[in-house]
């Protein structure tokens, strides 16, 4: 974890009320997939707080974020330009658990909902590196919620496309396609499956997943101060059991934001 | 990391609160720098004055069920819920790493009850590396009757006395704000034998979502931090300073060596920095170097000369 001024190297939008935003940052920082980052605009006076975003890609000495404006933070964000200056605390949390596939062989499912897709296309295109048999649904509202589909179609590996409203893909939620190849696809070798998403896809897919034996780790958002574990806001209630007592509140920041899917409260 | 040495510290900055000598006045404040360790990564711990942790119980608390925060105009409402591990399980798995470093530790204590706080002390006076105690007194929940200790200074004093009984430790009283009289609380806290003050905590508050009419945190309710508050942690300073002899340690909205300043001339001898260490996490080790910058600058000679300085002559004409 290091606290970094990041340079802007682009800012832009993708769609309605969706940005990427690339920052040059000082020294090498290592990320995982999964990972995230605190952001605030150097400089911000007000909001004060940082805004976490899932790092949707990382070079040696830069990270690209993609972020739905829905609130004042990121709209401060969206007036950073170019050459200016952003602070940025990273990595941090955890990464997806990958052996299942890379090392047993299974296949792995990744299942996206709209902005949640960033918080998986490291770790698409670090299985689809290594050769796992890697298969994408991403989900969302409209065709302007699907945000750097492109990018991940261009990793090569099948990409499922469903929205609601039917303008692009399949009509209907994303959890469709991915019950139904579960069905056709479920022999002896199981898969794993990844998502990150809005809470009622996430707990739709872990609950196929439990329903179809395939093992689920979900990546999840909460309202957070820091990032590092000092406010202790972003909790999620566990099933008890999952971690060591006493307790039934575990924060995203540290503990997360990947867990089973089994441990969640849903 | 290589730990900061006596010579590379500077030696103006050093004040003394309680008994307690703190290489300098910059302080983490409890809440809002877990038990110090979360800073580890970031920065050498020996660097800041003082360390005030998370509030420890006797026993460990689950805290509230989210959501816990929200971002309000220049600051944020929080209902954590006292989350905590409880002392002893500071004291087995926290403390011994925090003596690897030079900074004082207070720990916060937290109850719910007189004897709460009795307990929890009683744990903490074993521990190796504590170098006072931190009572909050805000909890909204007594033996008797429902008071709000902090709210009764009758109570708060009662709290405080059973603490000085057994305490092994100076004991910081820690007021809240959401009182009327603080020059009556600080003096009924000082005959307690409270060894110092700590102000302010968190002034209470809702916010409501609009579309929802749902209040924006579980636990309706929340404590409200951050710059927004400076200016009534800054007053509650002032007017406790005239009111006691015992040492103050001021809060609320600290996120710079300028805010700090301003605490002291209004009689402060040392601060704590809570909520900007959640936007800032190095800002309590930027107040420190911003110290000595503003020593340099303005020629006084060290902070403890800044404390209790507030000039209330009439300013001068065109202002």
Redesign the interface.
């Known amino acids: 974890?290091?606290?970094l001024v990041g340079t802007v190297e682009f800012n832009r939008q993708l769609a309605p009320r969706y940005f990427h935003i690339r920052l040059r940052l000082p020294e090498a920082v290592g990320v995982l997939s999964g990972q995230f980052a605190m952001l605030?605009p150097q400089g911000l006076?007000?909001?004060?707080?940082?805004r976490a975003l899932a790092i949707h890609r990382a070079d040696a000495d830069a990270v690209e974020f993609i972020y739905l404006v829905l609130g004042r933070?990121l709209e401060a964000l969206t007036r950073v330009r170019e050459g200016e200056n952003v602070?940025v605390?990273l990595p941090l949390g955890n990464t997806y658990p990958t052996d299942a596939v890379t090392l047993e062989g299974r296949r792995a499912l990744l299942v996206a909902g709209g902005v949640g897709s960033p918080a998986l296309f490291m770790l698409a295109g670090d299985l689809v590196a290594k050769g796992a048999d890697v298969r994408v649904y991403f989900g969302g509202r409209t065709k302007f919620d699907l945000p750097a589909l492109d990018e991940f179609e261009a990793l090569g590996c099948p990409v499922t496309v469903t929205t609601d409203d039917g303008s692009a893909g399949e009509r209907g939620f994303v959890t469709a396609p991915l019950e139904r190849d579960l069905v056709a696809d479920a022999g002896p070798n199981g898969s794993v499956i990844y998502t990150c998403g809005p809470w009622p896809m996430m707990a739709r897919v872990g609950a196929i997943a439990a329903e179809r034996g395939a093992r689920c780790f979900v990546s999840l958002e909460?309202?957070?101060?820091?990032g590092?574990?000092?406010?202790?806001?972003?909790?999620?209630?566990v099933c008890e059991g999952s971690f060591a007592p006493?307790?039934?509140?575990q924060k995203v920041c540290t503990e997360g934001p990947v867990f089973p899917a089994e441990a969640i409260v849903w | 990391m290589v730990s900061a040495t006596e010579s590379s510290r500077d030696p103006r900055l050093a004040v003394e609160v309680a008994g307690i000598r703190f290489h300098n006045p910059i302080l983490t404040a409890s809440g809002c720098c877990g038990y110090g360790l979360e800073f580890e990564p970031l920065f050498d711990l020996s660097r800041i004055g003082g360390i005030c942790t998370k509030g420890l119980s006797a026993k460990p608390l689950q805290g509230n069920p989210p959501p816990r925060i929200q971002e309000t105009p220049a600051g944020m409402l929080n209902a954590i819920g006292l989350q905590n591990i409880g002392a002893r399980a500071f004291m087995e798995q926290k403390l011994p790493r925090l003596r690897d470093y030079d900074v004082r530790v207070l720990t916060n204590v937290f109850g719910y009850t007189v004897d709460d706080y009795v307990e929890a002390i009683h744990m903490l006076n074993d521990g190796d590396g504590i170098d006072g105690y931190e009572l909050n007194i805000s909890c909204p929940n007594v033996k008797e009757g429902g008071l709000i200790i902090g709210n009764d200074p009758r109570a708060a004093a009662e709290v405080t006395e059973a603490v000085k009984r057994v305490a092994k430790r100076p004991v910081i009283v820690k007021l809240s704000p959401n009182i009327s009289d603080v020059a009556g609380m600080a003096r009924a806290l000082e005959s307690a034998g409270a060894d110092a003050l700590s102000l302010i905590n968190t002034l209470v508050g809702v916010s409501i979502d609009i579309h929802t009419r749902r209040p924006r945190i579980a636990n309706v309710t929340g404590g409200l931090s951050g710059p927004a508050i400076r200016p009534v942690a800054v007053r509650m300073v002032w007017q406790a300073a005239g009111a006691v002899k015992i040492p103050l340690v001021g809060i609320g909205g600290i996120a710079t060596a300028e805010d700090a300043v301003e605490f002291l001339i209004a009689g402060a001898t040392a601060v704590q920095i809570g909520t900007a260490s959640f936007y800032d996490p190095l800002a309590t080790v930027k107040a420190v170097d911003g110290l000595s910058a503003y020593l340099d600058k303005t020629g006084v000679a060290s902070v403890s000369e800044l404390t209790g300085s507030i000039d209330l002559s009439p300013p001068p004409r065109g202002h």
Request: aromatic share 10%; glycine share 6%; hydrophobic share 45%.
């Open positions: 974890m290091k606290d605030r006076v007000e909001p004060i707080l940082r933070g602070d605390l909460a309202s957070m101060a820091c590092f574990g000092i406010c202790v806001a972003c909790v999620v209630e006493p307790f039934k509140y």
